[in-house]
């Protein structure tokens, strides 16, 4: 069991454009939802920490404006990059945690290219 | 200086031998400890997960932490080939539930 689930894998999008990213707990409620950016060779960042039915926190210097989070569900959370531009490709990993465990269990992560 | 401090390699041991990874913090007030796998373009795995000081095992996989040295590890004995990929080692303050804070990352490669 849980398994987290994220869409899609990769996505190569142009300059200006919004891309969203899913992230799905497959098998089980996930009551909170992290998103992690990742450079390459560089260890995993927190952009935002996400509870089901309520505004998403994030961390400093991260623009709440521009990384939209929506955890809608309590399977299901939303990543809205906005007006893409080149400096955000990244990989863009959510992770998923469910009351009463003490574990993160984390997606395969999101490729992100801006072109 | 970074909250959490760990060589970033690259680690290239022969198969078989034993592999120490080590990460250093400066908050005294973590109090979860965690060491994950990453393969190359994907998602961190969770290996161990330990609670305050101690030492815990798992098959081929032994944690450490010093919470007195600030300092933990991760002992691989017998490493095969398919152990390498990035280790990460990573805390908390409440819970592995709660934010974590990551290393750097090890890049270990296992020769056979």
Known sequence: GAVVSQHPS?????SGTSVKIECRSLDFQATTMFWYRQFPKQSLMLMATSNEGSKATYEQGVEKDKFLINHASLTLSTLTVTSAHPEDSSFY??????????????GPGTRLLVL | QKEVEQDP????????????LNCTYSNSA????????????????????????????DGRFTAQVDKSSK???LF???SQPSDSATYLCAMSLTS????????SGTRLSIRP
């Open chain 2, 71 to 73: 300092y933990i590890s």
């Open chain 2, 96 to 103: 592995s539930a709660s934010k974590i804070i990551f290393g």
């Open chain 2, 30 to 57: 973590f109090q979860y400890f965690m060491w994950y796998r990453q393969y190359s373009r994907k998602g961190p795995e969770l290996l161990m997960y330990t609670y305050s000081s101690g030492n815990k095992e």
């Open chain 1, 93 to 106: 990993i959510c992770s998923a945690s469910r009351r009463g465990t003490e574990t993160q269990y984390f």
């Open chain 1, 10 to 14: 990769w996505v190569i999008c142009k």
């Open chain 2, 76 to 78: 691989i004995r017998d």
């Open chain 2, 9 to 20: 390699g690259p680690l290239s041991v022969p198969e078989g031998a034993i592999v120490s």
